[in-house]
């Protein structure tokens, strides 16, 4: 096992913890990203605890390094961070599992064992977030008229003039921003157009 995380003290109490344990080896340890990708490569232990917020690379962009070069470890990430993003990002990224720092000393044993057997593991607090995450039902897409009405409010037209290009009248053109608004999840004219860029229902001129 290789040790990821910038705080002296958390290696020293991991160190403690597994290597009291004659079921586990400690073979390295590093405090930061740029370390553990140079540990991992070297000497390929079965699983690497990541810490994710480290001064220089974070855990995300050193678990992305440790895929790219082909190092088979696997990564159990072990971090005080629950949101969305983390947990999204760091596995995406090809983390096998997720587990908060407030996790049981069994839980975290178990947890290791899992990983190093290629099983994916989640702290039950993640494991309710993602599962949110899923079930939470996808914006609606826009309709080819809703698009027409946000092209021609991006290039500035009002309402009126807006209505006037496409033949219909001022209160339905109203009628499609605010369907709009609802399903890009916005509250006004900027915030639509500049979602509509992001996310590629519209493109820059040029």
Known sequence: MLIVDDHPVVRDGLRGMFGADPRFEVVGEAGDGVEAVTAGERLRPDVILMDL?????DGVSAIRELAKRGVPS?????????TDSHVLTAIEAGATGYLLKDAPREELVRAVEAAARGQAVLSPAVATRLVGQVRRPAPAPLSQRELEVL????RGSTNREAAKRLFISETTVKTHLLHVYAKLGVKDRAAAVAAA????YLTPPG
Do not use: K
Request: aromatic residues 10%; glycine residues 10%; positive net charge.
């Open 151 to 154: 092209e021609l409010i991006a």
């Open 53 to 57: 917020r480290m001064p220089g690379a």
């Open 197 to 200: 860029f992001s996310r590629g």
């Open 74 to 82: 696997r990564v159990l990430v072990l971090t005080t961070y629950d």
